[in-house]
């Protein structure tokens, strides 16, 4: 009879799940967790004060207003690149994924800063948009502008590795059997790619509510008008109201924690179907 072998990876499973774990808890949960103590350093009443002024407020609803416009632009452009890159053959497909993925290779202040370039007061199109009375830079036109920038790639980056993997046999199909394209992209597409489309807003949500840099350089720091929770809280910050920036911070936090709750929450009520999708 011949010895068991024991695997040397596996016998030093738990060492490495260890190291893991001590990883995440320093480069995560202790700064999480400094923010709230920190945000409840003076107590519960200290907290509260931090919303009580309106800026702080103005910054929340403006910052889920940014999310709100710029997340499902670029569902629906990712949506429609994908489309194009795993379905068609064209001149200018490779530029087409360059450009793509540009974004994640930028600064996200670059990404603020063209559209300065381009609308600010100097910019290549300030003459027109001067006679027209229309200003950019300096709104939340800006601040949504800058958001899509930084955001593009999230939605189509999701997207494409799984059209591609799955093929268009089942589309093609649909198409021999007389479906239209409508018919198609909703019953057979669109729910092939749910759970990628899913994750892809959820991550672009993310940061769409947490970007700073290219938000700064075009928002001009306009209290109650431009400031972003971001950037609320670096006003706070510089000011030395630490206790205001933390307790504003939470709620960066707090809708992240929740957005990742709504993911576990999905993932757990349709395992089944999220397993059966992966498979195929």
């Known amino acids: 009879m011949s010895a068991v072998r024991r695997s040397p990876v596996r016998g030093a499973a738990p060492f490495i799940i260890g190291i893991g774990l001590l990883w995440l808890a320093v480069i995560v949960l202790l700064p999480l967790g400094m923010v709230f103590a920190e945000a409840f350093r003076k107590g519960v009443e200290g907290f509260l004060k931090a919303f009580d002024e309106p800026d702080a407020w103005a910054a929340v609803r403006l910052t889920l207003l940014v999310a709100a416009i710029s997340v499902p632009l670029n569902a629906l452009f990712g949506l429609a690149a994908a489309w194009c890159v795993t379905r068609y053959e064209f ?154 920036a933390f307790a504003t911070a939470t709620v960066l936090a707090g809708l992240a924690l929740i957005t990742l709750l709504i993911k576990s929450l999905l993932e757990w009520r349709f395992a089944d179907e999220l397993a059966a999708t992966r498979r195929h």
């Open 91 to 244: 001149r200018g497909k490779a530029l087409l994924t360059t450009l793509i993925d540009l974004p994640f290779s930028i600064s996200p202040v670059i990404s603020g800063l063209v559209w300065v370039l381009l609308f600010g007061s100097a910019g290549w199109f300030a003459p027109l948009l001067d006679a027209l009375g229309i200003r950019i830079i300096f709104t939340g036109t800006g601040l949504v502008l800058a958001t899509i920038l930084v955001t593009l790639p999230f939605v189509a980056r999701e997207l494409i590795p799984l059209m591609q993997q799955q093929g268009a046999d089942e589309e093609l199909a649909a198409v021999t059997l007389g479906a239209g394209p409508w018919a198609i992209f909703s019953k057979i597409t669109l729910p092939n790619v749910r759970w990628a489309l899913l994750y892809g807003v959820l991550l672009c949500n993310a940061r769409a509510m947490g970007e700073f840099g290219a938000v700064s350089v075009v928002s001009g720091h306009i209290r109650g008008l431009t400031n972003t929770l971001p950037l609320h809280v670096e006003i706070l910050y510089n000011e030395y109201d630490f206790v205001g």
